[in-house]
């Protein structure tokens, strides 16, 4: 794996999708809502065991920027505002790879949770 890395990161003109194509060729359409809900920060995967927060109302986020994090990374800032990821070669490989295995696990624990995808409404 250390010796596949991206040489494309290309964020979708609406801003929902980042395409990340490897060094083997393979390519991937990675969903801003999957890049964020999943995203590798201590504040959703926690400091340890069985301290994943499961987040919801993410559906309609987007891809605000993306910053280098030395020759292995990428920072991704959101448009809520969340920016606290780094997203190492392999988990951006493993997210293309497993993506919506680990999408619908996610589904599974908002449904479980009483939660949605959906954000909140707003009240007047």
Same mark, same amino acid.
């Given at each position: 794996?250390? $010796?596949?890395?991206?040489?494309?990161?290309?964020?979708?003109? $609406?801003?929902?999708?980042?395409?990340?194509?490897?060094?083997?060729?393979?390519? /991937?359409?990675?969903? +801003?809502?999957?890049?964020?809900?999943?995203?590798?920060? +201590?504040?959703? &995967?926690?400091?340890?065991?069985? &301290?994943?927060? !499961?987040?919801?109302?993410?559906?309609?986020? @987007?891809?605000?920027? #993306?910053?280098?994090?030395?020759? /292995? +990374?990428? =920072? #991704?800032?959101? $448009? $809520?505002?969340?920016?606290? @990821?780094? %997203? !190492?070669?392999? /988990?951006?490989? *493993?997210?293309?790879?497993? @993506?919506? *295995?680990?999408? +619908?696990? /996610?589904?599974?624990?908002? !449904?479980?949770?009483? %939660?949605?995808?959906?954000?909140? &409404? =707003? !009240?007047?």
């Amino acid at each position: 794996m250390s $010796d596949i890395w991206p040489t494309e990161l290309r964020v979708s003109k $609406d801003r929902h999708t980042l395409n990340v194509t490897f060094s083997d060729g393979t390519a /991937y359409p990675l969903p +801003a809502e999957t890049m964020r809900v999943l995203s590798p920060s +201590a504040e959703v &995967q926690g400091h340890g065991p069985g &301290q994943k927060v !499961t987040v919801p109302g993410k559906r309609n986020v @987007g891809i605000a920027a #993306i910053t280098p994090a030395g020759n /292995y +990374a990428v =920072r #991704i800032r959101f $448009d $809520d505002g969340h920016d606290s @990821g780094i %997203f !190492t070669w392999p /988990y951006l490989r *493993e997210l293309g790879e497993r @993506g919506a *295995e680990l999408f +619908a696990d /996610y589904e599974r624990d908002l !449904t479980e949770k009483g %939660f949605s995808r959906d954000p909140p &409404q =707003r !009240t007047r």
